[in-house]
């Protein structure tokens, strides 16, 4: 039975020792299979987001430590930006890029679809709001949008699909961009340099809707003298429509009021710079 036992022994230790060491290559196998997945996906979820890309189909594979890169792309320009987007989304591991650049024959079909599928993307971001047709080569382009600066990137994507020759744009600034805001220091009505490009803003919103006038309303905080306040606030109301009228905006555009009190959404627990400011509303004058 000793014997017997020995035998057994012999035969069933490594056995045992053998099927741990296949549970662990099999767990560690997974293990890397699923952080190649979450790489891949990854990869595959950022090449999607930019509209530049988003219109054609790449395929990302991660295996032995590379990420492979395959498709076809219209020009190295966008083979070398597929590039770059990969890299940052697994910066250690090396890079296959097996895109190919090639000139293809522009159906206009699938022009009209990726001038869709972009302006769907840029829709997606917010304070964007546009509408696009294309026609013969050429995008017309219409919205609103929070900052003019983004107009320049809209045009820049969609000029980038191939077949599109031209973008012609009439984008205005959104209304919106006047929720914003124009704070004081205490007991003075300067306007600090740095709104300058507020000011700027504003009136190219004024330029781009000329039936619009501005309401320009001041306010303040509750420290001192009632009365004073509220001259201090119509001073803050009026040094911002001087500002605007040296930008060239039609001073009978601008109506101008002061509050001694605090803006009606301001706390009294609330830091007292949020209560020094100057607020705008956009009206129709038939429209009060």
Same mark, same amino acid.
């Given at each position: 039975?000793?014997?017997?036992? %020995?035998?057994?022994?012999?035969? =069933?230790?490594?056995?045992?020792?053998?099927? $741990?060491?296949? +549970?662990?290559?099999? &767990?560690?196998?997974?293990?890397?299979? !699923?952080?190649?997945?979450?790489?891949?996906?990854?990869?595959?979820?950022?090449?999607?987001?930019?509209?530049?890309?988003?219109? $054609?189909?790449?395929?990302?594979?991660?295996?032995?430590?590379?990420?492979?890169?395959?498709?076809?792309?219209?020009?190295?320009?966008?083979?070398?930006?597929?590039? +770059? %987007? #990969?890299?940052?989304?697994? @910066?250690?591991?090396?890079?296959?890029?097996? %895109?190919?650049?090639?000139?293809?024959?522009?159906?206009?079909?699938?022009?009209?679809?990726a001038v869709e599928r972009v302006t769907?993307?840029?829709?997606?971001?917010?304070?964007?709001?546009?509408?696009?047709?294309? #026609?013969?080569?050429?995008? /017309?382009?219409?919205?609103?949008?929070?900052?003019? !600066?983004?107009?320049?990137?809209?045009?820049?994507?969609? +000029?980038?699909?191939?077949?599109?020759?031209?973008?012609?744009?009439?984008?205005?600034?959104?209304?919106?961009?006047?929720?914003?805001?124009? $704070? =004081?220091?205490?007991?003075?009505?300067?306007?600090?340099?740095?709104?300058?490009? /507020?000011?700027?803003? %504003?009136?190219? =919103?004024?330029?781009?809707?000329?039936?619009?006038?501005?309401?320009?309303?001041? $306010?303040?905080?509750?420290?001192?003298?009632?009365?004073?306040n509220q001259q201090l606030a119509l &001073?803050?109301?009026?040094?911002?429509?001087?500002?605007?009228? +040296?930008?060239?905006?039609?001073?009978?555009?601008?109506?101008?009021?002061?509050?001694?009190?605090?803006?009606p959404d301001i706390e009294s627990n609330?830091?007292?710079?949020?209560?020094?400011?100057?607020?705008?509303?956009? =009206?129709? @004058?038939?429209?009060?």
């Amino acid at each position: 039975l000793f014997l017997i036992a %020995i035998i057994a022994g012999g035969i =069933f230790i490594p056995w045992r020792y053998s099927r $741990y060491r296949l +549970e662990q290559q099999q &767990q560690l196998a997974a293990e890397i299979a !699923a952080e190649n997945d979450r790489i891949e996906k990854r990869a595959t979820e950022a090449l999607a987001d930019r509209p530049s890309l988003a219109v $054609y189909r790449l395929k990302v594979e991660v295996e032995e430590g590379a990420i492979a890169l395959s498709g076809k792309l219209p020009n190295q320009r966008l083979r070398q930006e597929a590039e +770059e %987007i #990969a890299k940052k989304a697994a @910066p250690n591991l090396q890079l296959d890029n097996k %895109i190919v650049a090639v000139e293809v024959p522009v159906d206009p079909e699938q022009v009209t679809m990726a001038v869709e599928r972009v302006t769907g993307a840029l829709n997606q971001i917010r304070g964007l709001s546009v509408v696009t047709e294309y #026609a013969e080569g050429k995008v /017309t382009l219409e919205g609103t949008v929070t900052d003019m !600066a983004q107009s320049e990137i809209i045009v820049r994507e969609l +000029e980038q699909i191939p077949g599109v020759k031209s973008v012609v744009s009439t984008i205005k600034l959104s209304p919106l961009t006047l929720k914003t805001r124009i $704070y =004081f220091d205490p007991n003075s009505a300067k306007l600090k340099p740095a709104y300058g490009e /507020t000011i700027a803003q %504003i009136e190219q =919103f004024l330029s781009q809707y000329p039936e619009k006038y501005l309401k320009i309303e001041g $306010y303040s905080d509750r420290v001192g003298n009632s009365k004073k306040n509220q001259q201090l606030a119509l &001073q803050r109301a009026e040094a911002v429509r001087d500002a605007l009228v +040296e930008e060239g905006v039609d001073p009978r555009r601008l109506e101008v009021s002061g509050n001694a009190t605090p803006p009606p959404d301001i706390e009294s627990n609330q830091p007292l710079l949020l209560s020094r400011c100057v607020l705008f509303e956009p =009206f129709e @004058p038939g429209a009060q």
